[in-house]
T-cell receptor, first 114, second 114 residues
Framework: NAGVTQTPKFQVLKTGQSMTLQCAQD?????MSWYRQDPGMGLRLIHY???????DQGEVPNGYNVSRSTTEDFPLRLLSAAPSQTSVYFC?????????????FGSGTQLSVL | AQSVAQPEDQVNVAEGNPLTVKCTYS??????LFWYVQYPNRGLQFLLK??????LVKGSYGFEAEFNKSQTSFHLKKPSALVSDSALYFC????????????FGAGTRLFVKA
């Protein structure tokens, strides 16, 4: 039972490079989201999706793009990495309105931008 | 817009003593409230939730939380702390009136001393 799978676990980028953080879930959840975790700032919502083809911005969307072509996958794209994007990124999914409102989290991606 | 405040960066308690980790929230609709825990070098785990019903909710590892609508609070409690409870605790809120975003607080680090 895989749950939410994130890849890669670690990544080092140079300023200006682009990359995609992958997130996949096998629970058929409609809701998926991306957070970044920084010391003293908790988890901040980057983007979220309520189903295939539907995405919306969270609290800190600038510098990130998302798409949701399938229910299972929700990749996060950094278009031109900046040192301020050094963080730990978590993907999460849930099935709101079905009685189990909690978020299921992936194990995280630690990203360093030099 | 919804928000969560965790007024204490850190809480220190002695093993065997009761612990409280504070959380207040702001949301326009009905609050769906959650507590998550993050152990060192691990992902986030769900502890408990309040959706509706009894104001006192019980969760994993002996934790409980009390929903207080008039004070807009959802404090996490445990009658007798264990050293193994030492971790980072996050309070989160979702707008139950059709909202999908889950917003987190900045987190409170709990230290339980033997």
């Amino acid at each position: 039972n895989a749950g939410v799978t994130q890849t890669p676990k670690f990544q080092v980028l140079k300023t200006g490079q682009s990359m995609t953080l992958q997130c996949a879930q096998d629970m058929n959840h409609e809701y998926m989201s991306w957070y970044r975790q920084d010391p003293g700032m908790g988890l901040r919502l980057i983007h979220y999706s309520v189903g295939a083809g539907i995405t919306d911005q969270g609290e800190v969307p600038n510098g990130y793009n998302v798409s949701r072509s399938t229910t299972e996958d929700f990749p996060l794209r950094l278009l031109s990495a900046a040192p301020s994007q050094t963080s730990v990124y978590f993907c999460a999914s849930s099935e709101p309105g079905q009685g189990d409102e909690k978020l299921f989290f992936g194990s995280g991606t630690q990203l360093s931008v030099l | 817009a919804q928000s969560v405040a965790q007024p204490e960066d850190q809480v220190n308690v002695a093993e065997g003593n009761p612990l409280t980790v504070k959380c207040t929230y702001s949301v326009s609709g009905n609050p769906y409230l959650f507590w998550y825990v993050q152990y060192p070098n691990r992902g986030l785990q769900f502890l408990l939730k309040y959706i509706t019903g009894d104001n006192l909710v019980k969760g994993s590892y002996g934790f409980e939380a009390e929903f207080n609508k008039s004070q807009t609070s959802f404090h996490l409690k445990k009658p007798s702390a264990l050293v193994s409870d030492s971790a980072l605790y996050f309070c989160a809120v979702r707008d139950g009136n059709g909202g999908f975003k889950t917003i987190f607080g900045a987190g409170t680090r709990l230290f339980v001393k033997a």
